[in-house]
């Protein structure tokens, strides 16, 4: 099984930075599209940004455009998110995960076969 770690995550004021990395282990051949996803207390985990490994396309979630990156590093097998211009609602658990060869639109959790423990970010107004 793929094994992912989460890092990065903390509290940070309203306007600030943080960086997240997830580190894969195990079959990462498999790994077609690594994404993070998030939840906040009472919701829906909901998808942020994804990157395929073949070709580095990206996608984003409309409410982080131009304020975070996704991009990631195949040889290390991991995957960061460089999030800009935080909001406090963007206060969440943050999770990574994977998943080999698929139709599914990237932005569907449930085609995602590997999450990790996630980790999480607060924001202070």
């Known amino acids: 099984q793929v094994q992912l770690v989460e890092s990065g995550g903390g509290l940070v004021q309203a306007g600030g930075s943080l960086r997240l990395s997830c580190v894969a282990s195990?079959?990462?051949?498999?790994?077609?599209?690594m994404a993070w996803f998030r939840q906040a207390p009472g919701k829906e985990r909901e998808f942020v940004a994804a990157?395929?490994?073949?070709?580095?396309?990206?996608y984003y979630a409309d409410s982080v455009k131009g304020r975070f990156t996704v991009s990631g590093d195949n040889a290390k097998k991991t995957v960061y998110l460089q999030m800009n211009a935080l909001r406090p609602e963007d206060t969440a658990v943050y999770y990574c995960?994977?998943?080999?060869?698929?139709?599914?639109?990237?932005?569907?959790?449930?085609?995602?076969?590997?999450w990790g423990q996630g980790t999480q970010v607060t924001v202070s107004s």
């Open positions: 995960a994977t998943r080999g060869p698929a139709s599914v639109s990237v932005y569907d959790r449930r085609s995602y076969s590997y």
């Open positions: 195990g079959p990462t051949s498999s790994i077609y599209t």
């Open positions: 990157i395929r490994w073949n070709g580095g396309t990206t």
